[in-house]
């Protein structure tokens, strides 16, 4: 397994990873899977911004990434990032996921940020408990304030202090 920056010509896989969260998981609180110019804007976006996407790269196939971009949009935040981290379903298990996230923090603190805030639905226990190892808290939980595959969605709010 190779850790990289993406390249702007990643986004293809990128797109396989991201609609694949959409169709089968609750991962991302969206029920339309999207297109290949949305994920080269989305990528396009966060390097010329500066933030890091990284990939896993397993024999020539990107198998998962982790970025991390603006928690919210208003300048007062800007020393808090949000993170998001994603692996192929073929890839799991393997160790990509916590590679990746360790790297990502690395990037983090290198780029003297303060707090990474991470946003899981509740059930999603397996993602919860890898972030809790790297010293993300549970801050708190939102109920029911997303809906999908005709139930409602829990929100987990973890954060680490990066300094
Ligand atoms: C959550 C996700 C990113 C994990 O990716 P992964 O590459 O399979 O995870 P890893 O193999 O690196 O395992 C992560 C940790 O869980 C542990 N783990 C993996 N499978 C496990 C299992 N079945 N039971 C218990 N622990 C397990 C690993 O030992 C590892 O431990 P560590 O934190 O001490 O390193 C991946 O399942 C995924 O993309 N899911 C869909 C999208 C998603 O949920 N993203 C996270 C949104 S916040």
Redesign the pocket.
Known sequence: MTIRDAVPSDAADLLVIHNE?VRD?T?IWDESEVDLADRSAWLEGRLSAGFPVLVAEVEGVVA?YASYGPWRPKSGYRHTVEN????RST?????????LIDALIVRAREAQLHRMV????ST?T??I??HA??GFRTVGELTQVGQKFGRWLDLTIMQLDLD
């Open positions: 969260a998981t991962a998962g998001s981290l994603y692996v890839h799991q298990g393997r160790g990509l996921a916590s590679v991470a946003m899981i639905e999603n397996l993602s408990e890898l190892r790297r």
